[in-house]
């Protein structure tokens, strides 16, 4: 539905894209992660035809961005950074003339206008003007306004900024709700996000791709080594040391679990090695008793981190 | 053409709902009546004096009250809208630039023509809103003087004016388009329409291509036929040209609002 070949974005002093190159397949829900200025807003405004690439190609929906740039954007509902606002307007008013600008024939207007304001749950707003609005409402107009002519394609940067803890999860629910029908493509900077929401995470990061997959497989496959949590009922200094010896293990650190006589340890192992079953026998062996044995893994924020500060470290 | 409608009926709305064009077509109203009226006066009085002369000397042309109060009471309008047309544009693409909610038009599907025509056109509408109560004042002023003026005069005035005044629109929209700033814009196209009345000013003297040239140019002057009833058609021409650069420009502008963003 989407492709992005070797995008690049020059503007005067700096790269902001840097030759991106992904897929997103009907239907999905592609999630861009990213620090501040790593592009993510950038790469979205060249979708949508607000700005041309300095190079490379991009095609939504078959055609490209730039040659056919009104076949596009006859086909993309976009929620830009800044909600983009009348603020003289009521949410209604508003959201008539946005179905108006994205060609919705007048007999539809009114419908798709209501679905849109239940949507994002905006209808005890709906004659409000738009100024008086608060933050986390004027966020959501923003939303319903890119929903509103129920496009193909959806483009939403940041579409939580802003919103109340319990509208996030809301917002969530909608945004995987529309995936099947719509193909979606959002930006965030929260990683629990990324990881309940999308299908496949781009991890971008001064302009680059410092990967893409599914968040589970991010999760478990890039980070080579697997961390254990074990929770055993000896000694805390006896338990480090016994399981210090064994191969594969690189480090290991324990503490007491609340006052049992128990302790918990964490295991990091080597990238590439399950070292759990090694850790088990250990531990029965020595007549420990065992309460619990997990791998954990990584949280995608650590990945995150991983990723992007290793980028940053490296010269370029 | 369903962009040209969205656009224009949004922009309308926002007239409508500001209290910036109220008070612009309240400001323009209320000055053109005081004109009216003093002209009017002046005029009446002047006819007064012409006629006791007649009287006493005898001989004397007719004194046409009606065709000098129109005459007079257009040229102030051109004056009038020398301050009032950059008010009426200088918001009209600068504070969507400002608000971001040009992102929301330019990734639409419709075109940068039919932005700026929607946009235009309905600056011109809120320009013959303001001008409809005047027309009053003329009517009644035709239907009841004595001897009084041929109407085809009047259209001829009313046209120049709206060309006059879309010339100054356009000119507005689009410096209004290369800032994000209503004020700059506001100055940038009160300063361009003041030079373009200047330059009539210096070519009166020269004879010269330059000053012949110069004096084209002025828009202003092609106005002063419309005020004495004459309908020439280099003049329409002339106002339709500039009317079509201004546009023109525009749309080039909002197109390279995609580049220059960089
Ligand atoms: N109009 C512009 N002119 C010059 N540089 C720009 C412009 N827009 C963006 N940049 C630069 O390009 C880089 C990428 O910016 P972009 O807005 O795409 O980042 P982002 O990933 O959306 O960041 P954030 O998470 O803060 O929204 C930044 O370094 C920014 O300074
Ligand atoms: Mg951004």
Redo the contacts with the bound molecule.
Sequence with gaps: MIEVKDLTKR????T?VDHVSFVVNKGEILGFL??????????MRILTGFLPATSGSAQVAGFDVFNDSLEVRKRIGYLP?NPPLYLDMTVTAYLEFVARIKNVPAEKRAALVEDALAKTNIVDKRHELIKRLSRGYKQRVGLAQALVHDPEIIIL??PTAGLDPKQIIEVRHLIKGLAGSHTIIL?T?ILPEVSMTCDRVVI?NR?RIAAIDTPANLTTQLKGGQNVRLEVGADQNAVCAAIRELPGVRKVSGEPAGGNGRVVVTVEASPGQDVRSQIASKVVGKGWPLYELRGVSLSLEEIFLELTTEDSASPN | MKGIYAVYRKEMGHYFVSPVAYIIVAVFLILTAYFFNRLMVLIIQESFQASIEEAQFGGGQAFDVPSLVMRNFFGVLSTLLLFLTPMLTMSVYAEERRRGTMELLMTSPVTDLEIVLGKFFASLTLLVIMLLPTAIGFAYMLRHAEPTAPWRVLGSEYLGVLLLGAALLALGSFFSSVTESQLIAAMLSFGAILLLWVLDFGSQAGSSVWASSLEYLSVFRHYDDFTRGVIDTSNVIFYLSFIFLGVFLTIRSVDSMRWR??
């Design positions: 503007f005067a002093e700096q902001a990213g620090p501040n200025g790593a592009g993510k807003t950038t790469t950074e940067d940041e930006s900077h971008i302009g | 963003r960089a």
